[in-house]
């Protein structure tokens, strides 16, 4: 049996590539890539040429089969995804469980992925949180952010620039506009910055400036409800 590497790969610096992810994809004998264009660029920069193969949210049902029969053959084979880890809001899981499923061991390389940096860096407490990735764009987005209304743990959403401003608003409706969040945006970039406040002074800051780059939302969950300490008398 061969072995299925899922390796995290810069979600900006370059240097945050690991020597041990740098090895891995030199060793393996093919590289899984969500895109073979934007992945070629980093395998050049760490002089990586191992055959790259193209698998995505696309593709990921027609072609596991056929890697998973690699994998059972013996081969050792790497997955990555434009930045950040595999699998979190990028393709992975379904590989990863056909291999499991197949008997094929999986390691996952610890390394970047974007919501953690951003949820450390908010201020907002981390102890305990919700990864909802992105809301859906339409169908079930109402819904699903009315079952979030009373989520006491910090929430962590991903969001696009064009539909940043949107989302804060569907926010202030569903959390109320004094509800404390933070924006950050180009995490381990050049230009990263995280914008903290209600979500009233963010969405005004957003409205002045126009937001750009890949989005984190950390958004506060709901204040615990106080106990009633009334002694009632009956």
Do not use: W
């Amino acid at each position: 049996m061969g072995m299925l590497y899922v390796v995290p790969t810069p979600v900006g610096n370059l240097e945050d590539m690991t020597l041990r992810a740098i090895r891995i994809l030199k060793e393996a004998d093919l590289i899984l890539a969500e895109d073979t264009r934007t992945s070629g660029i980093l395998l050049k920069h760490f002089d990586i040429s191992n055959h790259l193969m193209s698998h995505h949210k696309f593709n990921e049902h027609g072609t596991a089969a056929a890697i998973v029969e690699r994998l059972k053959a013996g081969q050792t084979i790497a997955l990555i995804s434009d930045a950040g880890t595999p699998g979190i809001s990028d393709p992975g899981f379904y590989l990863v469980r056909e291999a499991v499923q197949a008997g094929i061991t999986v390691q996952t390389l610890p390394g970047a992925t974007a919501f953690v940096p951003a949820l450390v860096s908010s201020g907002l407490p981390d102890d305990r949180f919700c990864f909802e990735g992105f809301l859906p764009q339409k169908k079930g987005r109402q819904t699903r952010l009315e079952s979030l209304r009373d989520e006491c743990r910090t929430m962590v959403f991903y969001e696009s620039p064009y539909r940043l401003l949107k989302t804060l608003n569907q926010f202030a409706e569903v959390f109320g506009p004094d509800r404390q969040v933070s924006v950050c945006r180009e995490i381990s970039k050049v230009h990263e910055e995280s914008v903290r406040g209600t979500l009233a002074e963010v969405i005004s800051h957003f409205t002045e400036t126009e937001p750009k780059g890949e989005i984190v939302i950390v958004l506060a969950g709901a204040p615990a409800k106080k106990k009633d300490t009334n002694i009632k008398i009956k």
